[in-house]
C-alpha cells in the first residue's frame, strides 16, 4: 500500500495542505495543542473549491499540493480539505513517503465518541457527501450507527463572502440545508468543511441544545500530536513558525485568513500554478 | 499589439471558452442567429470559478484555454465568460493568431443603445466589477454615462446548486444584491455574467418594468455575426455542429448543460488539467 516511508526528523515542518483557506481552521487547532510545530501551508486558491469537481480532479490535485509540500522535507502531510480526504486518502498513502493524516477518520473517531450512541450528523460538500466517507469511516467503528449526511454546498461562498453569522441570508441558508437534521436531532453534528466553524454560532442557535457540534479541526490536532507522540517526532521547540504558499493572490489570503486562523499572517508567499504542476509526487515517491 | 493574423477559412469553427458550463448561455444565442457555424467549446470546470481569482491568475487560465481551442484552426475566439473578458482581453489580443471576440465591449455597445440616455446598471462577479471593464468600456462610448455596479457572487453558486428562481434563498440573495439597483432604478441592467440569465425572471420581477435586462450573449452573438460578415467568414453550411470539452467531470457537465443551452449535449469529451498547462498559446502565436 504505502510508498515507502523514508526517515523523518522532529524537527522537520508539518506541511499542511487545503483547496485554499479553509484549512486555516485546522493549522490554529494544530498551533494550538502544539506551538512548537513548524507548520508548511499550502492553500490552492487558483483552483478553489474542490467541493464540486471529481474525485479524478479531487486526486490529482491533492497529489500535486502534498508533492510541492514534500520539498520541505515533512515529517508528515495533513490533508486538511475535508473533500481531499474524503476522496484522495488512498492515492495520497499510496504515493507519499510520510505518513498522511486527513481530517474524516480522526472526526468521525472523536463523533462516535461522543455521540455515545446516539445518531450523527454530517454537512459537508457534495463531494464529501456523495464519497460518503463519514458513513463509511464511522461504520468502520461502529456498523450499526444512523449517519445522517446533507451536502451545503452555498456556505462556503458565503462565508468566504465574509458574511456575519446572524445575516438573514446566512440564517435563511441553514435554515434550509439543516431542516431534516433539526428534525432528528442527531446527538453530534460534523461540521465537515474547514469554513463551517466560522459559522458554529449560527448552526449551533438553529440544531439546538440537544446536538453537540463537532469541528474535526480539533480531533486532527489531537490525533497529529498522538502520532507525533507514537512516533517520537514532536518538536523540541518552544515556538514554532508558520510559513503559507498560496497559488493564487497572496493578498486576498493574507486579507481573509485572519478570520480562519485567528491572528495575521505574515509574508504569504504565491506558487505558480505551473511549478504546483510540477509537483505531482507519483514521480517523487 | 496583435500577434499576426493568419489566414482564416469561412468553414473553420468558432471557438468558446468559458470557466465552466455558464458560457453555453453564449453559445445558445450564437447558434440561434448562425445556425451554420461548428462551435468547439471549453469549459474550466476544473479550476471554475475565475470570478473570484486574480487578474494574474485569470490571464494565465484564458490564454490556455484559448491555446487549446487553436488547435482546431478557429476563425474566430469567443471569450464567453465575463470575468476573463474583463481583464485578459489585451493579453488574449496580443497573443492570440486571430480575431478574439469578449463578452465586455459588446454589451457595453448595446447597453449605452438600449439605455437611450439612461443609466446603466452592471451586476458581475468580484473579478468583473474590480475591474472597472464594464464602466470603462461604457465610458469609451459615453464618458459621461453613470454606471452602477455590484458584485454578486453568491449567484454563481446558486444557479449551478440549481435552485429554482422563485426558492426564497434565491429571492433573498438577489433583493440583498439589487437593493441599491432597485433604489437607482436604472433605464438597462447588465446581466454580467454567464450564469444570471438563468435567473432573469426573478431579476426582472425584483427590478420592474423601469429596467430592461441586458443578457450579453446576444449582444455577442450580433457582434460575431456582424464580424463573420464583414470578413467573409459566414459559413455557408446549412447546420453546424458543437463539440464541448471540458477539464472536469463530463457526466456532470452534460447533466447541468441542458438548463444552460436549452436542449442536451451529446459527447462531452473529458480534457486533462495537463493537457491544458501544455497549451498556453503565447509560444504558438
Known amino acids: 500500500m504505502n510508498a515507502g516511508r523514508k526517515s523523518c526528523d522532529a524537527a522537520g ?36 473549491p474542490y ?46 513517503p510520510v505518513e498522511v493524516i486527513g481530517v474524516v477518520e480522526p472526526a468521525a473517531a472523536a463523533a462516535v465518541r ?11 460538500t ?7 466517507a463519514y458513513p463509511r469511516a464511522i461504520h468502520a467503528i461502529d456498523g450499526a450507527r444512523t449517519v445522517l449526511a446533507a451536502a451545503a454546498p452555498l456556505l462556503v461562498p458565503i ?56 469541528d474535526p479541526g480539533l480531533a486532527v490536532a489531537e490525533h497529529v500530536r498522538a502520532r507525533l507522540n507514537e512516533t517520537g517526532l514532536l ?11 498560496t497559488t493564487d493572490n497572496p493578498e486576498r489570503f493574507a486579507h481573509l485568513a485572519r478570520r480562519f486562523l485567528g491572528r495575521e499572517v505574515a509574508g504569504v508567499e504565491l506558487l505558480g500554478a505551473d511549478e504546483l504542476d510540477r509537483a505531482e509526487c507519483g514521480g517523487q515517491a
Chains 1, 2 share one sequence.
Do not use: W
Not at 461522543?114 to 459537508?124: N, R, S, T
Open 13 to 48: 515542518p508539518i506541511g499542511v495542505f487545503d483547496s485554499g483557506l479553509g484549512g486555516l481552521t485546522v493549522v490554529r487547532q494544530i498551533l494550538s495543542l502544539l506551538p512548537g510545530e513548524d507548520i508548511v501551508y499550502l492553500g490552492d486558491s487558483a483552483r478553489v
Open 51 to 96: 467541493g464540486t469537481k471529481s474525485p479524478a480532479t479531487v486526486c490529482k490535485f491533492a497529489l500535486q499540493d502534498a508533492g510541492f509540500l514534500l520539498r520541505f522535507d515533512p515529517k508528515m502531510i495533513v490533508v486538511a480539505c475535508n473533500t481531499a480526504s474524503a476522496v484522495a486518502m488512498d492515492v495520497l498513502r499510496e504515493n507519499l
Open 114 to 124: 461522543l455521540a455515545d450512541g446516539g445518531e450523527i450528523g454530517v454537512i459537508g
Open 126 to 132: 457534495e463531494g464529501t457527501v456523495n464519497s460518503k
Open 159 to 214: 462565508v468566504e463572502e465574509g458574511r456575519k453569522q446572524d445575516d438573514p441570508i446566512v440564517l435563511a441558508v441553514l435554515t434550509d440545508y439543516l431542516h431534516e437534521l433539526q428534525r432528528r436531532r442527531p446527538a453530534v453534528l460534523i461540521l465537515g468543511c474547514t469554513h463551517y466553524p466560522l459559522l458554529v454560532r449560527a448552526i449551533s442557535k438553529l440544531m439546538g441544545p440537544h446536538t453537540r457540534l463537532l
Open 235 to 245: 518538536s523540541r521547540q518552544a515556538q514554532g513558525s508558520l510559513r503559507c504558499f
